[in-house]
């Protein structure tokens, strides 16, 4: 056992830049497709919520499409898949399509949007009728009525469910290694190839551990927070 640590100990200490630079990468992931793909699953939840028949079709329709099939197979038709087309590769977005980052990056904003979409959904259903019936009465208009009444309830009840598409969200980073992109798990896999050990791939296992449990803790206060405003 402790020549497991030492080795992990020189793990570290020789590969730290590595591995820094993987973590910086999963973290960029993650915030930024958090913090996208919340605002898409507000807009997503809404119109089906609140939009016309042909709106709430398609958002019906996009939630089946990207929580019916795998993250990675989403992952994969971006990266690999939509190279294959002369028209992609000749259109401006190629750009961005022809870089693994931002093709993870585009897949996770849009696999977790899909799941958060129906987290807030259920909390504007949950709010009680009366609420909204009541503001009309006063004139209030719908945007104030959205920004002031349905969106601040429904995030609220829906932080336990948020919070736990967080931390999928976290985990889920991984994948973008299947793209060629060094994340944490990416980094940790090449230096297990290079050393024939899975010492890299334990250490990584331990980082993401401590931030599920760090982002639980930080979910956990906002629950205790929602509690006490509701009491």
């Not at 019916?68 to 190629?94: D, H, I, N």
């Not at 598409?165 to 090449?190: P, Q, Y």
């Amino acid at each position: 056992m402790d020549a497991w640590f030492t080795d992990i100990l020189v793990l570290l200490q020789d590969n730290r830049a590595e591995l820094w630079e993987g973590l910086v990468v999963t973290l960029q992931l993650w915030a930024t497709s958090g913090v996208a793909g919340l605002v898409l699953a507000l807009g997503l939840a809404l119109g089906a919520t609140h939009g016309g028949p042909v709106v709430r079709r398609l958002v019906r329709f996009y939630g089946a499409a990207f929580r019916g099939t795998p993250l990675l197979v989403q992952m994969f038709l971006l990266y690999y898949g939509l190279s294959q087309f002369e028209w992609v590769r000749a259109s401006a977005a190629w750009v961005v399509l022809e870089d693994a980052f931002y093709c993870g990056l585009i897949a996770l904003t849009l696999n977790i949007a899909a799941y958060m979409a129906e987290d807030i959904r259920a909390g504007i259903l949950a709010i009680p009728a009366g609420q909204t019936e009541a503001a009309r009465a006063f004139g209030m208009p719908s945007g104030t009525l959205l920004r002031r009444i349905v969106l601040p309830q429904a995030l609220r009840i829906a932080t336990p469910a948020l919070g736990n598409e967080v931390v999928s969200l976290l985990k889920a980073t991984a994948l973008v290694s299947t793209i060629t992109v060094f994340d944490l798990t990416g980094v940790a896999r090449r230096l297990s190839n290079e050393s024939y050990t899975t010492d890299a791939l334990v250490l990584a296992g331990v980082v993401y551990g401590a931030l599920t449990l760090l982002i639980s803790a930080g979910v956990h206060f906002l629950e205790r927070r929602r509690k006490s405003h509701a009491a």
